[in-house]
């Protein structure tokens, strides 16, 4: 069973570094961003499928990641211009610092003081956008063209692609480990990983950093991706939208959530808009989506994934 | 000076009362039931617009605002009928709610813009205080707002109800053993709760302008109010929400209102560090 699986991964590898050969290049732009995305997927479910703790602020650490990168590889803005790579770098680590600054005060405490936290985060973080416009250019973000690391679509595709294996066999190695062990254990039972000497604080925060540093990551390619940084990578729809996917794959899986992913990403960007605009009801993209998670929360809590493997292993 | 400081005792005290009705009523909630209602401030938007559509267009504006508390309660109702299946799955209760508060905003942006609207207020008239004109809509909204969280304090400190609501949400498993419909006791609590949300919405839009993003505000200061009071503490939360109506008009007053959800979250991380029960919480 696990050699099928294995198998199937390498395909899609494959696949997907083949996809630029038969893949017109506006398509190809879109796909990139994708893989982007789904690793701002992943990490969240790092967070949450993993130790339970449900973050609903994890876009402030792709904001976060993507203006921190933004204004340190663009000159015009403070006077900085280091090498792009090394401003990603930062930007995850700036990310993974104001993760573990907000992990200490709130996962210390016990229930939802974390959640409450950390759904007020974007809106704050958001505002700052707006006091100091200067520096972070209010409602219409700023350019880094010129001075991205990526120029041509066929590079940018790649780099996407590299950024995501990168991260996806990162963030599965650490689950798979004896710290993922004591993740899960934190989720399962706090009272029962205390009992056996598991500091559940320490793992918390500890998945809280690590998932804020991928988010932040991904925040700042998407940057060096599309050129522009706006407080929309901070905003609530683009966390729901993450919150949607990660929940239709299944929590706590890290393949359910990039396959979600990908699904959805696609489904907004590609031909969603255009149904609702043929259908001419007056909604928009956004309400189909709140809708389709409410339902799915409801009817198929565990996502996806777990209702596959589950079919799967019953055949086996 | 006097003036700038009574100004905002008066305005503070004013707002307080309203988000003190928010505030409560989502604590309740989560006291009785365990569940972080997101969706409370929908409650608190869509009584305004129903009120203000209604009234609008030639209905008695009591009668429309009965209809903005009825369809706040519906709400509530809705909400106890979506987290019902999933209730012990904390992870999705949360998702849903929030995914439901979301879903009403977009729906009111889509149909009714992003501007705003307000309602005409139901009394007239302005009083001089040293100086400081205050309305009697808002002397008016304290009133009716402090009215109501007497009268439900008084409700779950001292009826049978108020006894099963308590006793519900200390120990809903014990408090099923000795006969009290746990369910029905959620459903009151939840309608209660969105109705008083839905009456400090009305009481807002006579006084300040209203949109679909002032639900989402409406939240973060009742989460500032109930971390302050402490989790699931009704007296809690009424006496914080002052106290946070005193910070924000403080905030707003000194350095813009852009900076509120910034103070807010600095408070809310202060009482975090310092006292993380909040003021009247107990440990859980």
Partial sequence: MKSILKLFGVLMILVSAALPVVIPEAYLYLIGLTYLFAIVVISWDLMVGYTGQVNLGHTTFVGLGAYIAALLQTPMRIGIAIHPLAAIILGGLAAALVGFFIGIITLRLRGYYFSLVTAILPLVFMQTVFIWRDVFGGEEGFSIAGYSLLDTTLSKYYFSLALLLVSLAAMRRIVKSRIGLRFMAVRDSEELAESIGIDTTKYKVLAFVLSSFFAGIAGAAIVNYRYTVGPELYDIPLMLLVILSAVLGGLGTIYGPLIGAIVIYLAKNWWLRDLIDIASLPINDEIVLYAILIAIGILMPRGFFHELRERIEEKA | ?284
């Fill in chain 2, 1 to 284: 000076m006097i003036d700038v400081l009574l100004k905002i005792i008066v305005f503070g005290t004013v707002v307080g009362g309203i988000w003190g009705l928010v505030a409560s009523g989502f604590s309740l909630i989560f006291g009785v039931s365990r569940i972080l209602n997101f969706a409370h401030g929908a409650a608190f938007v869509c009584a305004a617009y129903v009120a203000f559509l209604l009234s609008g267009s030639g209905f008695n504006v009591y009668l429309s605002i009965l209809a903005g508390l009825a369809v706040s309660g519906l709400l509530g109702l809705l909400v106890y009928l979506l987290t019902r299946p999933v209730r012990k799955n904390e992870v999705m209760v949360i998702i849903i709610t929030l995914a439901l508060a979301l879903l009403i905003q977009q729906i009111l942006l889509v149909n009714f813009g992003d501007k705003g609207i307000s309602m005409l207020p139901l009394v007239q008239g302005v009083v001089e205080l040293n100086n400081v004109k205050v309305t009697n809509m808002r002397i008016a909204s304290f009133v009716l707002a402090v009215t109501s969280l007497v009268s439900l304090d008084l409700m779950v400190s001292k009826t049978s109800i108020g006894k099963k609501i308590i006793a519900t949400s200390q120990d809903s498993e014990a408090a099923m053993l000795i006969g009290i419909d746990v369910e029905k006791v959620f459903i009151l609590v939840m309608v209660l709760s969105s109705i008083l949300a839905g009456f400090a919405g009305i009481l807002y839009a006579q006084i300040f302008a209203i949109s679909p993003e002032t639900s989402l505000k409406a939240l973060i200061y009742a989460f500032a109010i109930v971390i302050l009071g402490g989790l699931g503490s009704l007296r809690g939360s009424i006496v914080s929400s002052f106290i946070v109506g005193y910070i924000l008009v403080l905030t707003i007053t000194f350095l813009g209102a852009r900076w509120s959800e910034f103070v807010m979250l600095l408070a809310i991380v202060t009482i975090l560090v310092v006292r993380p029960t909040g003021l009247f919480g107990v440990e859980e």
